[in-house]
Structure formats: C-alpha cells, structure tokens
C-alpha cells in the first residue's frame, strides 16, 4: 500500500531532550515536506526537500532540523525540545513536476514537551 | 500572508443535503487543492484544480475556481456522516518549489 509512515504517534518528552520523528514513504516520491499544525494556526510548513541532500526552510524552521539521505526518509529533529513545540506534526511527500498530484500525508505525530 | 481562508469556519448540516465550503486566497496560483482531515488524523487529498480550469468533479466533490475573484468552492453533494471532518483548501503559489499554504478550514458537520 502506498502510504507515509510516520513514527512514533504520540510522544512525551522533557524540555531539552534530544528526539527524531521519522518519516518514510514508500513511492518513489522526490518531494518530501513537514508541517505543525496548532489550534488557530492551521498548518504550517517546517523544512521541506526536493530531492536527495536538498533541504530548505519553511515558514517555522527554528528549533528543528532535518536530513535527507536516502529518497524515501525524511527525519525531523528537535535537538533540544521546548514546550512551544508542542504540537501534532505532518510529514507528507508528493511526486514533483508532470506526475504532481498533490501531497499524501502520514497519519501524524502528536508530540508534549513538558 | 499567502494563506487561504476558508468560510465558514463551521458548517452543520443534516444527511442528505449538499454542503458548500468557500476557499479565497491573496496571490496568483498554480494550483489549489482541497484536502480532508479527521480528527487529529493525517490529512487525505481530495482534488486538485490547476489555475486555467474552472470546474473540476470527482464522484460526490465538485470544485470551481475563480481565479479572477481568487477564490474556490467545494461542493459536498449528497453528505453522508461519513463525510463529518475538517476541510482545508491549500494553495500552491511558486512554480516547482510544490509549497502548499493551508488555511484554517472548515468543520463540516453532517447530522443523521
């Protein structure tokens, strides 16, 4: 089945505790993004990459970082997590150029920084 | 901002009954999507309209664009309960770089 699947779902963590959300999919898709979302503020774009060793920032990039070295990974890392980062994250992935149909998005990671 | 704005913010409507949702934007657009959300779920992909169509079905969805006006409407004909869930409208601005903007949506609401 093609799909985006993030890990874990939910996350508790302390303040300052190094952590990775993965993200992987499995079609062959050049384009891979994250997103927040927060209550009041919609989604909002975090990094995204293009291809392989190609990353860039979204709209929110402090306080993360991102990798991607394979096509089908796309980790994001919170080096030291705060409460204001708190939130459920998306990634999401798509095809880019003619075959370009819109994004597919995994099933989310709802993460607590107390 | 870029971001989308959909009206209403909440709509509640009985089985049956067709449901509008209106999507308007602030700059030029490659494309605009519409996409669903169950609660606290990953968002699932709906429709696609590119800036020169102007009408766009698939099964129960039907979608125009304006973009003369810069806006969007989805149509829900037919609402089954199944269909209760957030409706965000998410456009596409800079050629190549597929950056979606997402607006705050709307929850539809379908009664039995």
């Known amino acids: 089945e093609a799909q985006v699947t993030q890990n874990p779902r939910y996350l508790i963590t302390v303040t300052g505790k190094k952590l990775t959300v993965t993200c992987s999919q499995n079609?062959?898709?050049?384009?891979m993004s994250w997103y927040r979302q927060d209550p009041g503020l919609g989604l909002r774009q975090i990094y995204y990459?293009?291809?392989?060793?190609?990353?860039d920032k979204g709209d929110v990039p402090e306080g993360y970082k991102v990798s991607r070295k394979e096509k089908r990974n796309f980790p994001l890392i919170l080096e030291s997590p705060s409460p204001n980062q708190t939130s459920l994250y998306f990634c999401?992935?798509?095809?880019?150029?003619?075959?370009?149909?819109?994004?597919?998005f995994g099933s989310g990671t709802r993460l607590t920084v107390v | 901002s870029q971001q989308g704005e959909e009206d209403p913010q909440a709509l509640s409507i009985q089985e049956g009954e067709n449901a509008t949702m209106n999507c308007s934007y602030k700059?030029?657009?490659?494309?605009l999507q519409w996409y669903r959300q169950n609660s606290g779920r990953g968002l699932v992909h709906l429709i696609l309209?590119?800036?020169?169509?102007r009408e766009k079905h698939s099964g129960r969805l039907r979608v125009t664009l304006d973009t003369s006006k810069k806006s969007s409407s989805l149509l829900i004909t037919a609402s089954r309960a199944a269909d209760t869930a957030s409706y965000f409208c998410?456009?596409?601005?800079?050629?190549?770089?597929?950056?979606?903007?997402f607006g705050q949506g709307t929850r539809l609401t379908i009664n039995p």
């Open positions: 990459s293009m291809n392989v060793e190609v990353t």
């Open positions: 309209i590119r800036s020169n169509e």
């Open positions: 998410a456009t596409d601005h800079i050629q190549g770089a597929q950056k979606l903007v």
């Open positions: 700059t030029s657009i490659n494309n």
């Open positions: 999401a992935s798509s095809f880019q150029g003619q075959g370009y149909s819109g994004y597919t």
């Open positions: 079609m062959n898709h050049e384009y």
